[in-house]
């Protein structure tokens, strides 16, 4: 019934840790979940106002256009430049994305042809490999090894595969890893780009969320990768607007037109109001970014410490809201913690093989919470 397409698609792991899940909350369990990549945190009152009086103005009651309204690009542009130093014209190297899934769901069918390959980092955000699949590319997984510091080794990628190869994704801050890349990184991949003749889609979406002073970097600042790739950004998780859908694409000019140009054949735009709101969060005060990176930094101290006392090798994450765990099988544990212990985590494997042995802990809820957690895994023989 369905396309090859269709069945092509790897299983949704996920699903079956969901599955397991409702049958503990039917029980009756105090399902703790740490599953969910999802700010616990409501958006900041003033973007809400802004939505809201946007949305009573019927001005904004019909279509959007396509590549954003102007006034959002330019609040881009001018958060871009202030953050990152970086310069960007708002008419041609910044769209508007329905939040950076719908950027990176849709940028392969502009540059991928049936059997080209996509570099895909392995394990990874699942998107980057279902939207090769999509455009008929083929996945080529580059993985993200904890003896690299979870930097993948391009020099490593064969010959033939690069050769036929027209995307890299790469996502630092990292979702799983919760690994950060040094800008001499973002230059060797731009040398690397350039020598190969790859689009580059960096996917920046927790440069936001980052501890101890750390201030993660954009792809575009490194030297030449204005002429190479872009950056998907999103409001999601900066201003906790994950249900908004609100995004942008910003950098080289002919990606952002191939992608301009898929776009505007799948959908219409982001609600005016909607960009509204992005706007009055881009440009307004930023206090709530800063006290939602304190607010995680509390919520990883307890987690990271309660495992490393439980004998787990974890790393001290200095950006993203997860915590990425070395475990003997990642799906086993995870199974585990949910039935003995009503705790949700997600099994490394749902982002790729190279995830077996792993599980991700989403801090995306209160500390009482998380100490409840650590408190029923001590008891456990783990
Ligand atoms: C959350 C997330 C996104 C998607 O965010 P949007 O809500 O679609 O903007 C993209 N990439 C990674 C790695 C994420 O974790």
């Not at 199974?335 to 982002?351: C, D, H, M, S």
Request: charged share 25%; proline share 7%; net charge negative.
């Amino acid at each position: 019934m369905y396309s090859k397409r269709l069945d092509s698609l790897p299983p949704y792991l996920f699903a079956q840790i969901d599955e397991l899940k409702e049958e503990q909350v039917r029980r009756g369990v105090d399902v703790i979940d740490l599953g969910i990549g999802d700010p616990d945190l409501p958006t900041p009152p003033h973007i809400v106002d802004a939505l809201c009086s946007a949305a009573r103005d019927p001005a904004n009651h019909h279509y959007p256009s396509y590549a954003g309204m102007r006034e959002f690009r330019e609040a881009v542009a001018a958060w871009y430049r202030r953050r990152f130093s970086v310069n960007l014209d708002p008419e041609t190297e910044i769209t508007a994305l329905m939040g950076s899934k719908d950027g990176i769901a849709h940028i392969p069918e502009a540059f991928v042809d049936p059997g080209s390959y996509v570099l895909v980092p392995d394990p990874g955000y699942p998107v980057y490999r279902t939207s090769t699949l999509f455009a008929e590319g083929r996945v080529y997984e580059i993985p993200l090894l904890e003896e690299n510091d979870f930097l993948p080794d391009l020099a490593a990628i064969p010959r033939a595969v690069v050769k036929k190869a027209r995307l890299l994704f790469l996502n630092y801050p990292n979702n799983p890893t919760a690994a950060t890349a040094p800008m001499e990184f973002f230059e060797g991949v731009v040398d690397y780009a350039c020598e190969h003749d790859l689009v580059v889609v960096h996917d920046n979406a927790y440069s936001e969320v980052s501890f101890d002073g750390y201030r993660a970097p954009s792809f575009l600042s490194a030297k030449g990768a204005m002429e190479v790739g872009i950056e998907m950004h999103s409001l999601s998780k900066t201003y906790n607007m994950t249900g908004w859908r609100i995004g942008m694409a910003c950098g080289r000019m002919e990606v952002i037109k191939g992608l301009r140009q898929v776009k505007t054949n799948v959908d219409s735009g982001v609600f005016n109001a909607v960009q509204h709101a992005a706007i009055a969060a881009l440009t307004g005060p930023q206090d709530s970014v800063r006290e939602a990176s304190e607010v995680y930094q509390e919520r990883r101290n307890l987690l990271v410490a309660g495992l490393r006392e439980m004998g787990f090798p974890v790393a001290l994450p200095q950006a993203t809201f997860y915590v990425w765990m070395g475990v003997e099988n990642g799906f086993d544990f995870a199974r585990r913690l949910l039935n003995e212990a009503g705790i949700v985590v997600t099994p490394g494997i749902g982002f790729g093989k190279y995830g077996e042995k792993y599980a991700r802990f989403a801090i995306t809820r209160p500390v009482d919470r998380i100490g409840e957690a650590l408190d029923r895994m001590r008891g456990l023989d783990l």
